[in-house]
């Protein structure tokens, strides 16, 4: 074989190929390669194995998380602390840059793990034909033109064209979604678009036979099968920014500009004034460093990793911190169907028999559920119909029903699955059944039929029992059975019967129907024991979907998020569920096939109207992500099996199924839910808000405060005062604001009706104009509060040489400027909402940060030996009643200005 037909074969699709087509294209025959042809071959194509991109090194990647202006910033902060004499502050922020840059770390380390996984699902060994003889080898050394032997329990260990298939089903869930396990066959498919869902004789590497016997010739390996095309979209898929990262780089960048020019002017300002080079220096420096908010990248950590703690709670496993922000700027929700939003365990919910129609309650394999007739609840054993069909079904069918653990599990295939509880739900036991009428002969189902049928001793009697294709059971039936008794089936009723079916069809039932023959000699060939049946009924089932979903798609709804049901099922069943949980309501529904005929820019104009896609590849979920995030949503994408792994990779923040879901998945994900409820993620959303509104509220009260401060010392300066605070106490304050009361707004919990208001806008910065506004009114209002206090203490005192304040009112001005800010943090715990409204109770961790910041803050000026190193002098009761006072008009200030905001949002 050279280069140029392993370009063909690369490029091929064996689907469209007839069997002797493709054992010709691939140089091979039904016998398999032999030795020699198999080592030439891997020459070639080298090994069956998913190949990882080469990773950096781990020093380059620890050195890439200090990379960051913000980390710059706080290692200056540092060194000039350290120049200034400080040592608990430098101790500090050289902690949190170190955690911070090993946490990020850590994070990377991890990422790269998906991969992995994937090459743990490929089966390590395979049954293949080499010189003529069946062999074991290694799933690594196939080479294309190899024959493999497939028995149920199997995995798949390449992509393979089918060439042999005696009832081969294969489950094929981690791969497209599709929940139920599809038969498969050598036969051509003409279509060269037909969906992967649909190639009914390929199969796919990492997938697994379920039931039957098959031989296929291998088609694809390693990087080139479908697993190794999802392994190449998660290696090409970069880890990109979440919001809040992009929000506090750029914070981080404006503030360190800002400080550095406001310092300058203001230092440059106060030299002119008469102050020497060094104290100028000591002043300017500890002004940039109180503006900077060194412990916002602790505040982030600390709110986040308290947050990830109250979600474990609710269900939900954060994998990547700063994901946790994301999803409460989530505005739509992209949802794998099977076994998300649905059980994923097949249910008979509708039963057709005796001209009648029964509704079935319960839901998966718990065998607990009432028959319904004419909304009156019955007893199936005394409906002779319908016990008849129940009793039939259990009997022509190969599943078992077991208790494991106090769940419920099934042997075999879901269909047949659905008709054994059925039956036990009516109070049958299928094993006695199968004892009390032995199985005599079986003609087993297959894709030319589209029916199984077995034979039974049946009392006195011998019977055959079909089941299979309503069109198919029926054109078989020259009778039907009608309680109890044999009537006539005229073509009136075969047509009413049909129509049933299709009503049942278009509710997103699968139709299953069953007959039954007393056989009067003992010739079981297929003309003998299946043609002349007695029409039974039929039933239909559906992969139920979950009832939490419903009310958390609504909360998701009025929460301002869209949810969207991404599946590999079909699109009849895909509306019809999204229709049932309140998915799809005015907007469109496309397929896989209609997506790809589609231009870019056609679907770009259709997205945000599209709200069910069905018969979805890998390929195409990434294409549907990557639009929505074009047109500026931000997506979070849930999912289970291996095809969902690019896209939540992909997705603003990937959340994947703990229980049902592939390590591939979670290893690509953000979040994984533990109970794979997608209730859960509503929860996960408003911890996702909360801590964006902690951060939010940290950084209002904490800017604001600074702002304060610097608006209260440029405005001395310019009037002419003596400079009212020193370097220790602008430190001093950073100090306690910074790491002791703003931790403490990173822990609020949520506020009410925060699940009310719709996600904020994806290009809003982690500050809006609310949030910058209240900044600068309220640091406004704490400069003039605190420099009125400082003018009525006597801190304009009329020499005009002196630089410095005197103790007194510059003690004044020092403890007013605490005051005044610890109100402002009671004021904090919302933007919006009064303060009344959460009064002291629901965050104690602010009452002990405020206790804590007022003992260390009088310990500075009530000392003796603290005096002259904070150049401070001892207050009186009656001095700190009036700084009280003062300072929590900054509460009342507050107050009011929230008042105004509410009308106009409200106006």
């Known amino acids: 074989m050279n280069g140029k037909n392993e370009s063909i074969v690369r490029e091929t699709n064996f689907f469209n190929l007839d069997t002797k087509e493709t054992l010709d294209l691939l140089k091979t025959t039904t016998n398999g390669l032999s030795q020699a042809d198999a080592a030439e071959f891997a020459k070639i194509y080298g090994k069956n194995e998913l190949i990882e991109e080469s990773k950096e090194h781990w020093i380059k990647s620890l050195i890439a998380q200090f990379n960051n202006i913000l980390i710059y ?66 799933s690594s050394e196939l080479v294309p033109g190899d024959v493999i032997i497939l028995a149920a329990g199997d995995k798949i260990p390449a992509d393979c064209r089918v060439i042999e298939a005696q009832n081969l089903k294969i ?33 796919y590497m990492g997938t697994a036979a379920v039931y039957g016997r098959g031989k296929a010739v291998v088609a694809a390996i390693g990087m080139n099968t479908e697993f190794g095309k999802i392994a190449g979209l998660l290696s090409s898929t970069d880890d990109k920014k979440t919001p809040l990262q992009v929000n506090l780089d750029k914070l981080g960048k404006q503030l360190g500009i800002f400080s550095i020019i406001l310092a300058t002017l203001v230092s440059i300002f106060d030299y002119l004034r008469g102050s020497s080079i060094y104290e100028v220096f ?24 308290l947050g990830v703690k109250r979600m474990v709670k609710r269900r939900a496993l954060i994998r990547k911190l700063p994901a946790v922000e994301t999803l409460g700027a989530t505005n739509i929700i992209c949802s794998d ?49 319908l016990k008849h069909l129940l009793i039939s079904g259990s009997l022509c069918n190969d599943t078992a029903l077991n208790l494991n653990d106090g769940e419920w599990q099934l042997i075999g295939d879901p269909t047949e699955g659905s008709l054994v509880v059925a039956a036990e739900k009516a109070g049958f036991n299928t094993s006695t059944l199968r004892s009390e009428h032995t199985r005599i002969f079986e003609i087993p189902f297959s894709s030319e039929t589209k029916r199984m049928t077995t034979v039974h001793n049946f009392y006195n009697n011998i019977i055959s029992i079909s089941k299979g294709a309503p069109e198919v059971i029926l054109d078989s039936c020259s009778t039907m059975y009608v309680d109890g008794e044999v009537v006539e089936l005229n073509d009136l009723e075969r047509k009413k019967i049909l129509g049933t079916a299709t009503d049942f069809g278009s509710d997103a039932l699968r139709v299953l129907a069953l007959a039954y023959k007393t056989l009067d000699s003992k010739v079981y060939t297929p003309e003998n024991i299946e043609q002349g049946l007695v029409f039974i009924g039929f039933i239909g089932m559906i992969d139920p979907p979950r009832e939490e979903v419903k009310d958390a798609i609504k909360t998701c709804e009025r929460a301002g998020i869209k949810p969207i049901m991404i599946t590999g099922d079909h699109k009849v069943t895909a509306v019809a569920v999204a229709k049932e949980l309140g998915i799809m309501k005015s907007g469109i529904a496309l397929s896989g096939t209609e997506l790809e005929k589609m231009s870019d820019e056609e679907f770009l104009n259709i997205v945000d109207k599209t709200e069910v896609y069905a018969r979805i590849s890998p390929a195409h979920k990434m294409k549907i992500v990557d639009t929505l995030m074009k047109r500026g949503n931000i997506v979070a994408m849930t999912g289970d099996g291996v095809n969902d792994a690019p896209s939540l990779k992909r997705a603003d923040i990937g959340v994947a199924m703990g229980i049902t879901g592939t390590d591939v998945s979670k290893e690509a994900s953000d979040m994984i839910l533990t109970d794979d409820n997608f209730a859960s993620i509503v929860s996960a959303v408003e911890e996702g808000r909360s801590i964006f509104e902690n951060i939010r509220k940290y950084l209002v009260f904490l800017l604001g405060g600074n702002m304060g401060t610097v608006f209260g010392l440029v405005a001395a300066l310019l009037i002419g005062f003596p400079v009212p605070l020193l370097a220790v106490h602008i430190l001093f304050i950073n100090f306690i604001m910074d790491g002791i009361l703003a931790i403490t707004l990173g822990v609020e919990p949520p506020e009410k009706g925060i699940m009310d208001r719709h996600p904020r806008p994806a290009n809003e910065g982690i500050l809006n104009k609310a949030s910058v506004w209240t900044i600068g009114i309220m640091g406004l209002w704490i400069a003039f509060v605190t420099m009125m206090m400082f003018i009525y203490y006597g801190g304009a005192y009329p020499d005009p040489s002196a630089t410095k304040s005197a103790p007194f009112p510059m003690t004044i001005f020092y403890a007013t400027l605490i005051m005044a800010r610890i109100f402002n943090g009671l004021s904090s715990r919302s933007i919006s909402d009064s303060f009344f409204t959460y009064g002291l109770k629901g965050n104690m961790s602010l009452i002990y940060g405020i206790i804590a910041t007022l003992i260390l803050t009088i310990l500075t000026i009530n000392l003796d030996f603290m005096n002259p190193i904070f150049n401070t002098t001892q207050l009186s009761l009656n001095d700190w009643l009036i700084i009280t006072l003062a300072a929590s008009s900054v509460l009342v200030f507050s107050e009011f200005y929230k008042a105004i905001l509410r009308k106009i949002v409200k106006d």
């Open 73 to 138: 910033t706080l290692v200056l902060s540092a060194v000039i602390s350290i120049f200034l004499g400080k040592v608990v502050e430098p101790i500090a922020i050289l902690t949190i840059v170190v955690l911070a840059g090993i946490t990020g770390f850590i994070q990377e380390f991890q990422a790269g793990k998906a991969i992995d996984s994937l090459k743990k699902m490929a089966s390590p060994f395979a049954k293949v034909f080499r010189d003529g003889l069946e062999q074991h080898i290694p």
């Open 282 to 305: 000591l002043w300017g420096v500890s002004l940039a460093v109180a503006i900077i908010p060194e412990a916002l990248p602790a505040v982030v950590t600390i709110t986040l990793a």
């Open 337 to 385: 169907k099977t076994g998300t939003l649905t059980q994923d365990e097949m249910t008979i919910t509708r039963i057709f028999t005796s001209k009648k129609v029964y509704d079935v309650t319960g839901v998966g394999y718990k065998p607990e559920g009432n028959f319904i007739h004419n909304n009156q609840q019955i007893n199936p054993k005394d409906e002779l119909g």
């Open 171 to 203: 489950d094929e869930a981690a791969l497209t979604g599709e929940s139920l396990s599809v038969t498969k066959h050598d036969r051509k498919i003409d279509d060269p678009n037909t969906p992967l869902g649909d190639r009914k004789n390929m199969l």
